[in-house]
């Protein structure tokens, strides 16, 4: 088998990244809430236009924020679409609150706003749409029906940061959102995340939830003379030098943002003829939809068709992974009643779906590897 000499993902430098975390050490404020992660919250905050940004460990550590901040426990659901990453669910049920599994849109494999209203019962007490492929959801369906019934809207926006739904940044609908900077995400620090916090009532307890429960924040504010414990909480701040990184990043948001508009509208044009001929399909972007370029998938006709591609590509030595395994037939989803059939889009997608290879320095000619790879595998 040849060596993968095209990964699926690289991270990638921009440039100041280095520079910025040996500023970090000289600067002597390794910890957490130093001079970057201010930095990186007032450049979220200023950008998007949210009333407050905070980063932290991660975006699971984000959705468990808001978990605590929605102070969900047992008999309480939470409606969630069935093809996502485990943490949009783990978060809630680590407060002991029920995933209620819904299923995704055939075209932009987003929550089924038509299936939501049935899913709504008295104990549901969050609905957490997740942007896929940073392409919106449809946020003004979810948005209203939400209002109406007076539940709160948390984003998974993990893979939209800088995507836009009619206009207005993803991020900025719910009353919470939670980002995610790994490695595999736009824009990233190694592991991190942020919470973006609409609804101002959340946040004084948010600062202090991410300060181990103490209000630690309101002391170096100088609004009490010492701080102490006075809520649930954990450790969610990231490291300064972390932040630093990310800062960088974030900077270089411009450049990197081209660099992967690039890269998706070359896939689409290249494989355009392809997915004609082979009836497989490509992303669909709906117009309301300003995507965030965060990946590149196609939907084979068949599983054994999606199989065959997966092998192509490795044997040609490149990597094209599947993606989300339906949580309401995980092992876990099915103690909270998932079952086949419960969510038959979910089912049928994640059986022919392949990501191809796709970060910021991908160079045209190894992207026209994978195209021609991916072209071998035709009819
Ligand atoms: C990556 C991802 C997460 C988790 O992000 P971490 O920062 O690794 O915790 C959550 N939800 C979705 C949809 C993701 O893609």
Redesign the pocket.
């Known amino acids: 088998m040849n060596p993968i000499t095209i990964p699926f993902n690289r991270p990638c430098l921009e440039g100041m990244e280095m520079e910025h975390v040996s500023r970090a050490i000289r600067q002597g404020h390794a910890s957490g809430d130093g001079p970057y992660s201010k930095q990186c919250q007032a450049l979220l905050e200023s950008i998007l236009g949210v009333g407050k940004a905070l980063v932290t460990t ?4 984000a ?1 468990e924020m808001s978990a605590l901040l929605l102070n969900l426990g047992p008999e309480d659901e939470v409606i969630l679409p069935s093809f ?2 485990v ?2 669910a783990n978060a809630f049920v680590l407060r002991g609150a029920r995933p209620v599994f819904s299923d995704v849109r055939a075209d932009t494999l987003n929550l089924d706003e038509t299936k939501l209203a049935a899913l709504i019962t008295p104990r549901t007490k969050a609905i957490v749409p ?1 942007h896929y492929a940073g392409v919106g959801c449809d946020m003004e369906s979810i948005g209203a029906l939400a209002a109406q019934r007076g539940i709160p809207v948390v984003e ?1 926006n ?2 939209g940061l800088f995507g836009r739904y009619r206009g207005r940044f993803l991020g900025t609908f719910g009353g919470l959102s ?1 980002l ?3 490695e ?2 736009n824009f990233s620090c190694g ?3 942020a919470l973006l916090i609409n609804d101002p009532q959340f946040i004084e307890r948010a600062e202090i939830l991410r300060e181990k429960g103490t209000d630690r924040s309101r002391f170096f504010r100088g609004q009490v003379d010492k701080y102490s414990w006075v809520d649930l909480g954990s450790s969610y701040v990231i490291s300064d030098l972390l932040a630093a990184f990310l800062f960088a990043q974030l900077e270089a948001r411009a450049s990197i943002q081209a660099k992967r508009q690039r890269v998706w509208e070359r896939y689409a044009q290249g494989l355009s003829g392809w997915a004609r001929r082979t009836g497989a399909r490509l992303p669909v972007v709906p117009p309301e939809c300003g995507q965030s370029y965060h990946m590149f998938h196609v939907l084979l006709p068949t599983p054994e068709r999606r199989d065959a591609l997966l092998t192509h590509l490795r044997s040609r030595g490149m990597l094209g992974v599947f993606h989300y395994l339906p949580l309401h037939l995980s092992r876990m989803g099915r103690t909270f009643g998932g079952e086949p059939g419960q969510c038959p889009v979910t089912e049928d997608v994640s059986t022919r779906l392949v990501r191809l290879p796709f970060y910021n320095d991908l160079s045209e000619q190894d992207q026209d590897r994978v195209i021609a790879a991916v072209e071998e595998v035709g009819a």
């Open positions: 991660s975006c699971t550590h959705l996502t990453f943490s949009t997740v998974d993990a893979h939670a995610s900077f790994h595999t995400k592991e991190g995340g």
